[in-house]
C-alpha cells in the first residue's frame, strides 16, 4: 500500500469514529482523553523551587551566563552580525570546505528553508538565508502566543517576552553554532544535525561519551513530543479557533472534523510527497509574513497617540500586574513562555536547521541565528503586543480572564489568535478573513517544519529507514486532529511541556560543550580581521 494510500485509509477510519461519536460530543470526548496526560505532564516538566518552575530557573540563568561568557555577544556583535547577513565577510567563509551536494529538507517553515538555500551549491548569500528563515518564523507564536501571554498576564508579560528575547539571542547562539560543528554527514550526502548530534559527539571528545548518548536519546524523545506538541497539535489548534470563528461553527465535532481536514492536507505533503503543494505554501508564506508585519504597522502608525501609553503600561505592568496571573513572577513565567515557544531559543530545535548550513566557520551561522529571537521575539511580537493593548484601550477585555487565557468581548468568548483577529478587525475592514488564512498557513507551515524536526529524531532513535519514516508521520498527523478537538489550555499546557523538555539535555550539553563556541568565534573573528 502506497504513504499516500495509508493516510487516506487512516482518514477514512477516523470519520468512521467521528459519525459513531458525534452525538456524544466528539471534541469533549477528545478533550476529556487528552486532558490528564497534558496535565500529567505539565506537571512533570513544571516543577517548582520556591515557587518557581525550574526549567525557567534554567532557561533564565542559562541565558544570562552565557550572555556574559560570551562578553554580551548580543549586543557587542551585533553589528557583526548584521555584516555577515549582508555578504561583507563571504570571501572570508567560502564553500571550498563545505559538503559538496548535500541533500537536505526541501520543505517550507521555520528554518528549513535555510538549510535547503545554504546547501544548494553554496551561491546564497546570509542576507537571502536571514530573510527566508524569519520569514518562517512569524507565524502563531507571534500571533496567538503573544495574545494568550497578554490574556493572562497583561500587557507586562511583553516586557518578559522581550527580556527573553535579547538573554535568548545568546542561547541562540551558542547551540547553532554546535549544530553546525558536530553535525552527521550520510553516506548519501545527507545532513544531520542537532542536539541529538552534538551531545553524543561532543559529550564523546570530553570522555563523556555514556552521558552524551544519554541525553542525545531524551533529547530526541523530547522533540518528538515538541513536534507533537508545539510544532503540530498547538498548531491546529489555533487554526481550528480561527476558522471556528469566522464560520462561527457550534457543532460539537466540528473541531475533530477540522483537525481531519488539515491532517489530510499535512498528511499528502509529509506523507505523499506532494512538492507542488508544499511550493505553493513556501511562496505564499513569506507574503502573509510581510503583509501581517504591514497589518500591524499600518494599526500602530494609526493610533500613534497611544503608543506612548500603551509602552508605559507594558514597562510598569511587568512589575504590577493586575491580571489574573497575579505576582510579577506569574507574569515574566508567561511571558518567558511565550517568547520561548516563539522564537525555541534554549530548546535546540533551530540547531536541527541550521547544521545542514555550507560554510567553513560554524560560528558565522550563529551569528546569523543570534539576529533571529531580536526579529521574532523583540520586534515582531512586541509589534503584535502593541496593537492588541492599543485594541483593548477602551477597556474591550478584561487582562486575566478567567485565568484559562480566554477573554470575553462583546459578550463572546475569544482565545489565542481569535483575540488578535478582533484586534485587528478593529482596524482593518475584512481583516478577520485575511487573519484567518494567515494563521491556517503559518499553522500548516510551521507543522511541515516541525514535522522534519521530530522525523530526525525519530530517524536518531529508530533508524533511518521508510517503515520509520511513515509510523512517525501517521503518528504526527494523528496529532493534529487531536489539537484540533482538545481544549486550548490543555494543549497549551502540553505543548509548553514539550518544548521546555527539551531545555534539560540541550542545556547540560550547551555548558559543558560552550568553550569549544569561544575557540570557534575566535577563529571566525580572526579571519575577518585578517581578511581586512
Request: charged share 15%; hydrophobic share 50%.
Amino acid at each position: 500500500m502506497k504513504p499516500i494510500t495509508r493516510i487516506l485509509v487512516l482518514c477514512v477510519a477516523f470519520l468512521s469514529f467521528t459519525s459513531q461519536a458525534y452525538t456524544q460530543g466528539l471534541d469533549e470526548r477528545i478533550d476529556t482523553a487528552f486532558k490528564p496526560i497534558s496535565d500529567f505532564f505539565g506537571n512533570l516538566i513544571f516543577f517548582t523551587i520556591g515557587g518557581v518552575p525550574f526549567v525557567l530557573i534554567l532557561l533564565v540563568f542559562a541565558a544570562l551566563f552565557f550572555t556574559i561568557a560570551f562578553g554580551f555577544i548580543n549586543i557587542r556583535k551585533f553589528g557583526t552580525a548584521i555584516n555577515v547577513v549582508r555578504g561583507k565577510y563571504d570571501d572570508v567563509e567560502g564553500h571550498d570546505g563545505a559538503y559538496a551536494g548535500a541533500q537536505v529538507n526541501t520543505l517550507d517553515g521555520d528554518l528549513t528553508d535555510t538549510i535547503r538555500d545554504e546547501s544548494e551549491e553554496g551561491e546564497v548569500s546570509h542576507f537571502q538565508a536571514l530573510a527566508t528563515a524569519v520569514s518562517g518564523t512569524v507565524g502563531n507564536g507571534n500571533i496567538a502566543g503573544v495574545a494568550l501571554a497578554i490574556a493572562l498576564g497583561g500587557p507586562g508579560a511583553t516586557f518578559w517576552m522581550i527580556i527573553c528575547g535579547l538573554l535568548g539571542m545568546s542561547t541562540k547562539f551558542v547551540e547553532c553554532t554546535l549544530g553546525v560543528q558536530y553535525r552527521d554527514i550520510g553516506p548519501d550526502g545527507t545532513v544531520y544535525g542537532g542536539p541529538m548530534y552534538y551531545l553524543s559527539k561532543g559529550l564523546k571528545e570530553k570522555g563523556l561519551g555514556g552521558v552524551g548518548k544519554v541525553l542525545a536519546v531524551l533529547f530526541a524523545i523530547f522533540c518528538i513530543g515538541g513536534s507533537f506538541g508545539g510544532g503540530n497539535a498547538a498548531q491546529s489548534n489555533q487554526a481550528t479557533i480561527v476558522l471556528k470563528d469566522l464560520f462561527n461553527m457550534q457543532s460539537t465535532a466540528s473541531g475533530a472534523i477540522i483537525g481531519l481536514i488539515l491532517a489530510v492536507i499535512v498528511g499528502v505533503i509529509i506523507i505523499g510527497g506532494i512538492k507542488r503543494i508544499a511550493s505553493v505554501t513556501e511562496r505564499v508564506v513569506p507574503a502573509m509574513a510581510v503583509l501581517y508585519i504591514l497589518a500591524c504597522l499600518y494599526i500602530i502608525l494609526s493610533n500613534w497617540h497611544f503608543v506612548d501609553d500603551a509602552l508605559g503600561m507594558i514597562f510598569s505592568e511587568a512589575f504590577t500586574p493586575r491580571a489574573s496571573v497575579g505576582a510579577m513572577i506569574g507574569v515574566l513565567l508567561v511571558g518567558f513562555k511565550r517568547a520561548a515557544f516563539s522564537n525555541e531559543a534554549g530548546a535546540g530545535s533551530a540547531s536541527i536547521a541550521h547544521s545542514a548550513v555550507k560554510t567553513k566557520y560554524s560560528a558565522s551561522e550563529g551569528l546569523v541565528a543570534l539576529l533571529e529571537p531580536f526579529i521574532d521575539t523583540v520586534v515582531i511580537c512586541t509589534m503584535t503586543a502593541l496593537v492588541i493593548i492599543i485594541f483593548n484601550g477602551e477597556g474591550a477585555f478584561t487582562y486575566g480572564g478567567d485565568g484559562s487565557g480566554a477573554v470575553i468581548i462583546d459578550g463572546v468568548s475569544y482565545e489565542g489568535a481569535g483575540i488578535t483577529s478582533q484586534a485587528f478587525a478593529k482596524y482593518i475592514p475584512f481583516s478577520n478573513v485575511f487573519l484567518t488564512i494567515a494563521v491556517v498557513l503559518f499553522a500548516v507551515s510551521t507543522m511541515i517544519s516541525w514535522s522534519y524536526y521530530g522525523l530526525q529524531s525519530w530517524k536518531y532513535l529508530f533508524g533511518r529507514s521508510p517503515i520509520a519514516d511513515i509510523t512517525y508521520k501517521l503518528i504526527f498527523c494523528l496529532f493534529i486532529v487531536i489539537g484540533a478537538a482538545a481544549n486550548m489550555s490543555s494543549i497549551w499546557h502540553f505543548s509548553d511541556a514539550m518544548i521546555f523538555a527539551m531545555v534539560f539535555p540541550n542545556m547540560v550539553g550547551l555548558f559543558l560543550l560552550f568553550p569549544i563556541v569561544k575557540r570557534e568565534l575566535k577563529r571566525y573573528l580572526s579571519a575577518i580581521k585578517a581578511h581586512g
